[in-house]
C-alpha cells in the first residue's frame, strides 16, 4: 500500500505546547504551530473588555488549540499548571501574563523546555505589556511615509505577529534544545524582535528619505476600482514601464524620481488616463507581461475574491458564535498539499554546543527573504552553504552600492552582508551539468535546500525535491516563491513593497484622508520567519523518520495570513478596516504627537490606567544607540566597505541563558568554494578544469571577479549560476 502523503499538519503531531498568554503576540505563535499539527493547550482566558474585532481575532487565533479550564489563581491554579507542564513538549510563557509570576514559580524547577517571552529586555515579570504602537516607536517603525510630514504607525497586526512568528520559531529552538541540553530556556525579547525585522534600508542608511522613494517608482496610484501598486526594482522594469505608458522621454530620468518626491508627483501627473482607467487587476496583467513587480492593492473585502487566492485554495472558513466567516489558510504546504483548515478550538567544531551544530543546509536564495531564515539557521549552529551563480550572484549584493565604491563593490553592501552572515559561501553554476551535479553531491549530506526563485527556476535546473530525495531520502526543500508554484499568479514577480499591496498592509498603513502606503519592507523577514516555522519542525520530524518534505511557504500567502483581522472584520461588519493613522484598532486612544524640530511621542491612553509614553526613536539613529546599550543585541565586524567594523543586529533569542549571536561574517563571492570542493573529495586538477570551464568560481578578489559581477549586473552577458535569464525576471521574491 502506498502511504499517504503526509500533510502540514502532520510534522509536529507528537508535540505537545503549553501556551500560558493570550496576548496577540503569543497567541499568533501558538497558532502557527498548531497549524503544524501540534497540540497546543491554552487555559481559558479571563476576557476583560475586548473590541469585536478582537473577538473575531482571537477566535481566528484560537481555531486549533485545546482550551482547558484551570482554577482562577493560587496553590489550585500552580498545581494544575505543573501537572500540565509534566507531560508537555514545550511550554510558552508570556511573562506579561496576568498570572505569569506564579506560572513562572510552578514551572520554572520543571525538566520541560521553555520559551519565555519579554516586551523590553529589563521587563518584570508580570509587568503590564507594551503597546503595540510603543514597541513600534522604539522600534524605529514610526517614521514618515507618502506625501503626509507625520510619522505614522504600520498598520494592522504586523507588529504583533512579528513578535509571534519568532515565540513559533523560539519554541522550536527549545525542542531542538534538547539534544544538546536537558530542558532548555529559551528567551524572547519583543523589542529585539522588531529590531530584526526593521527594514535594512532604514538601518543602515543616513539622515531618512521617505519609503514613498525607496519602495520603486511610480508606487501605488489610483485606477477605477482603488489602487494598485507598480514598482520599478530594476531599470529594465523602469524602461519598460515607460515604454508601455508611451512616456519613453523618462527613461533617463530614474535617478530624478528615485531621490526627489517632487519628480515622482510629476510623473505620475504624465501617466495616461487610459492606463489609470483600468480596474486595478488589467494594470497588474499589463505590468506582470513584462515582467514589472506590480499587485492591486488588497482589502478585507477584496484579498478573499482574488483569483490566485481562490484558485490555489488559500481562502478558508472559520466558524466564529456558528457563522462561517472567510479567513486566511495557514500558509504552510508539504508535498503540494496545503493544511486541512483550522481544526476547531477546543560552524559545526567550533559551535557544539548550539541546536543545530553539524546539520548542513543548502541556501539557494537571493534578496532577503530566504536568506534571512538561513541566516538565523547559521546563528544556531547549521553550516549554511550559500550557493551563487559566477556570473549571476545574489541580486542582493548590488542593493546600495554600485561600481562607483571601488573594486569590491558587490561585496560592500550594508543590507547584503547583515542577511549572509554564519554562512559559507560557494560560486556554482547551477545551468552546467556539472554544476547541477556538485549541488546534488552536497545535497547527500544536507537536511534542508532553500530557495526562492520563481517556480520555473528550479524545475529548469531539475533539482525539485523528486531529485533530491533520489540522493538523499532525508531531505527537505523549502520553496518560497512570491505567489507560490501554482495558480494564475504563479510565474508573477514580487518584492517585499508588491506583497504589502495585496497583502492589505498598504492599505491600513496611513491617515485616513490620504492614499495607502506600504509599511517598508518588514514582509521579508517576516516570510522568513514563518519559512522557518515550517523547515524548524521538517527537521526535526525528517531526523526522527528518516523521510524529508517537499515544503513552501509562499511570501503572498504569508502576508495574507497575516491580514486575517482585516478580512474577518470586513465580512462581519460588511466594510472594510481602512487607514487609522496611529489610532490602534482596540479600545486604547493611541497618538503620535510632535514635530521634526523637537522631536515625536507615541502616547496610549488606555481606560482606566495611567498614560504611557514613548520617544519615536529614528531608524537611523539605532545602530550607535544600540552599540552604546551594550546590551548584547548587537555585535561588530570589519567588512569590505567598513573595515572599522560594521554593527550587525544578534538575534531576539537566548538559549540555556547565552543570547544567538552572529558568529562569522558574510562570505565574498566564492570565497569557500574550494574548500567545499575539497570536502567532496576533488582534487586540484579537477577542481582546475571546473574553474576554466566556467563552473565554479574559488575566491572574490581581483579584477576578474568585479568583471564578472558587472556584467551580471548590467546583464552584458546570458545569465549563468542560480539563475537563468534575468535577474529580475527570474527572482521570485522577497
Not at 489609470?276 to 497588474?284: H, K, N, R, Y
Not at 559545526?348 to 543548502?362: H, I, K, N
Not at 509562499?554 to 478580512?567: F, G, I, K
Not at 576554466?692 to 552584458?716: C, K, Y
Amino acid at each position: 500500500m502506498t502511504e499517504a502523503a503526509p500533510r502540514p499538519d502532520d510534522l509536529l503531531s507528537d508535540v505537545t505546547v503549553i501556551q500560558l498568554g493570550d496576548g496577540p503576540r503569543m497567541a499568533y505563535g501558538g497558532r502557527l504551530l498548531a497549524d503544524l499539527g501540534a497540540d497546543v493547550v491554552v487555559p481559558s482566558r479571563s476576557a476583560p473588555a475586548r473590541s469585536s474585532r478582537r473577538v473575531l481575532l482571537d477566535s481566528f487565533l484560537d481555531q486549533g488549540k485545546r482550551m482547558v479550564a484551570l482554577p482562577p489563581g493560587g496553590d489550585a491554579r500552580s498545581s494544575a499548571i505543573a501537572e500540565l507542564t509534566r507531560s508537555a513538549s514545550v511550554v510558552l510563557l508570556d511573562l506579561h501574563a496576568a498570572h505569569a509570576a506564579e506560572d513562572l514559580a510552578a514551572i520554572e524547577a520543571l525538566a520541560v523546555p521553555q520559551l519565555h517571552v519579554r516586551d523590553r529586555p529589563t521587563s518584570a515579570v508580570g509587568s503590564p505589556p507594551t503597546p503595540e504602537l510603543l514597541l513600534q516607536a522604539e522600534a524605529g517603525w514610526i517614521y514618515r511615509r507618502g506625501p503626509v510630514p507625520q510619522p505614522v504607525r504600520v498598520g494592522g497586526r504586523l507588529a504583533d505577529f512579528s513578535i509571534g512568528a519568532y515565540v513559533a520559531v523560539g519554541a522550536l529552538v527549545a525542542l531542538a534544545g534538547v539534544e544538546t541540553t536537558a530542558a532548555p530556556t529559551v528567551e524572547l525579547c519583543g523589542l529585539e524582535a522588531l529590531y530584526n525585522t526593521l527594514p535594512l534600508s532604514r538601518f543602515y542608511r543616513g539622515p531618512q528619505t521617505n519609503p514613498l522613494l525607496d519602495a520603486g517608482p511610480p508606487g501605488i496610484v489610483r485606477c477605477s476600482d482603488g489602487w494598485a501598486g507598480i514598482n520599478c526594482l530594476t531599470g529594465q522594469h523602469w524602461e519598460d514601464l515607460c515604454t508601455l505608458l508611451g512616456l519613453e522621454e523618462h527613461m533617463s530620468r530614474l535617478p530624478e524620481i528615485k531621490a526627489s518626491e517632487a519628480a515622482l508627483a510629476e510623473f505620475r501627473k504624465q501617466i495616461p488616463e487610459w492606463f489609470l482607467d483600468q480596474p486595478a487587476t488589467e494594470i497588474v496583467s499589463l505590468c506582470q507581461a513584462l515582467r514589472i513587480p506590480s499587485a492591486p492593492v488588497g482589502t478585507g473585502a477584496t484579498m478573499p475574491g482574488f483569483e490566485h487566492w481562490v484558485e490555489r485554495g488559500s481562502i478558508a472558513s472559520t466558524q466564529i458564535d456558528g457563522r462561517s466567516l472567510p479567513s486566511p489558510r495557514p500558509p504552510f504546504r508539504v508535498h503540494g498539499r496545503a493544511t486541512g483548515g483550522s481544526r476547531p478550538s477546543s560552524p559545526p567544531s567550533e559551535l557544539p554546543d548550539l541546536p543545530f551544530a553539524g546539520r548542513r543546509v543548502l541556501d539557494l536564495g537571493s534578496f532577503w527573504a530566504a536568506p534571512y531564515l538561513t541566516c538565523l539557521l547559521g546563528a544556531l549552529g547549521a553550516d549554511v552553504v550559500k550557493v551563487e551563480g559566477p556570473r549571476r550572484p545574489d541580486g542582493f549584493r548590488y542593493f546600495g552600492v554600485s561600481p562607483d565604491d571601488g573594486e569590491l563593490w558587490y561585496e560592500s553592501g550594508a543590507a547584503w552582508q547583515a542577511t549572509n552572515l554564519n554562512k559559507r559561501g560557494i560560486a556554482l553554476d547551477l545551468t552546467r551539468p556539472e554544476g547541477r551535479e556538485l549541488l546534488l553531491r552536497l545535497a547527500e549530506d544536507a537536511e534542508v535546500v532553500i530557495e526562492n526563485f520563481s517556480p520555473r527556476v528550479i524545475e529548469q535546473f531539475g533539482l525539485d525535491h523528486a531529485a533530491l530525495s533520489e540522493r538523499n531520502p532525508r531531505i527537505s526543500l523549502m520553496r518560497m516563491p512570491a505567489y507560490g508554484t501554482d495558480g494564475p499568479w504563479r510565474d508573477y514577480v514580487g518584492w517585499a513593497a508588491t506583497f504589502e499591496e495585496i497583502g492589505g498592509l498598504a492599505e491600513v498603513t496611513g491617515f485616513p484622508e490620504g492614499p495607502p502606503n506600504i509599511p517598508g519592507g518588514q514582509s521579508d523577514p517576516i516570510a522568513g520567519l514563518h519559512a522557518a516555522v515550517a523547515v524548524l519542525a521538517a527537521m526535526r520530524r525528517a531526523a526522527r523518520t528518516g523521510v524529508g518534505y517537499d515544503l513552501e511557504v509562499a511570501t503572498s500567502d504569508v502576508m495574507l495570513y497575516l491580514a486575517a483581522e482585516q478580512l474577518l472584520d470586513s465580512a462581519d461588519r460588511g466594510i472594510s478596516t481602512t487607514r487609522l493613522g496611529n489610532e490602534g484598532a482596540d479600545l486604547a486612544a493611541e497618538s503620535v504627537t510632535g514635530d521634526d524640530a523637537s522631536g515625536w511621542q507615541a502616547r496610549v491612553d488606555a481606560p482606566g490606567a495611567q498614560p504611557r509614553v514613548a520617544d519615536v526613536i529614528s531608524a537611523h539613529a539605532l545602530p550607535g544607540r544600540l552599540e552604546e546599550g551594550n546590551t548584547g543585541i548587537t555585535t561588530r565586524f570589519p567588512v569590505v566597505g567598513a573595515l572599522d567594523g560594521r554593527i550587525f543586529l544578534n538575534w531576539p533569542l537566548h538559549v540555556g541563558g547565552r543570547r544567538v549571536v552572529q558568529h562569522a561574517g558574510p562570505p565574498r563571492l566564492g570565497e569557500h568554494t574550494a574548500v567545499v570542493l575539497a570536502e567532496l573529495g576533488l582534487d586540484e586538477p579537477q577542481v582546475v578544469e571546473l574553474i576554466e570551464n566556467g563552473t565554479v568560481l574559488v575566491g572574490a578578489a581581483g579584477p576578474n571577479a568585479h568583471v564578472r559581477a558587472t556584467e551580471a549586473r548590467t546583464g552584458q552577458e546570458p545569465a549563468r549560476g542560480c539563475s537563468s535569464g534575468r535577474r529580475e525576471v527570474d527572482h521570485g521574491g522577497g
